[in-house]
Nanobody, 120 residues
Framework: QVQVQESGPGLVKPSQTLSLTCTVS??????????WSWIRQPPGKGLEWMGV???????FYNPTLESRISISRDTSKNQISLQLTSVTPEDTAVYYC????????????WGQGTRVTVSS
């Protein structure tokens, strides 16, 4: 059974960097059948795909975030990290990590999400 858990600070000040970690158990994040995405949902809005890290470690980003986002991984800890710089209150959201089945382009495992508020 795959388990996905996001973690990180719940409050970030404007202009600072948001850093989150996704810890995966039950599967290796280097499994060639899957990629790992970060997705967020601002209050009252829909889901927004932020970016993905492929099995070979290559990241791909939503163009609207590309200047501020970085996704990386630590294979020794089986973790995927998200960094988002220069945050504003518009970055307030629940942030999710999800496993993306490459063959079907569907998400089959999600973390429970972590709420991040950007406020001074």
């Amino acid at each position: 059974q795959v388990q996905v858990q996001e973690s990180g600070p719940g409050l970030v000040k404007p202009s600072q960097t948001l850093s989150l970690t996704c810890t995966v158990s039950g599967d290796s994040i280097t499994n060639s059948d899957y990629a790992w995405s970060w997705i967020r949902q601002p209050p009252g809005k829909g889901l927004e795909w932020m970016g993905v890290i492929a099995p070979d470690g290559s990241p791909f980003y939503n163009p609207t975030l590309e200047s501020r986002i970085s996704i990386s991984r630590d294979t020794s800890k089986n973790q995927i990290s998200l960094q988002l710089t220069s945050v504003t209150p518009e970055d307030t959201a629940v942030y999710y990590c999800a496993r993306d089945t490459i063959a079907t382009m569907t998400y089959d495992y999600w973390g429970q999400g972590t709420r991040v508020t950007v406020s001074s």
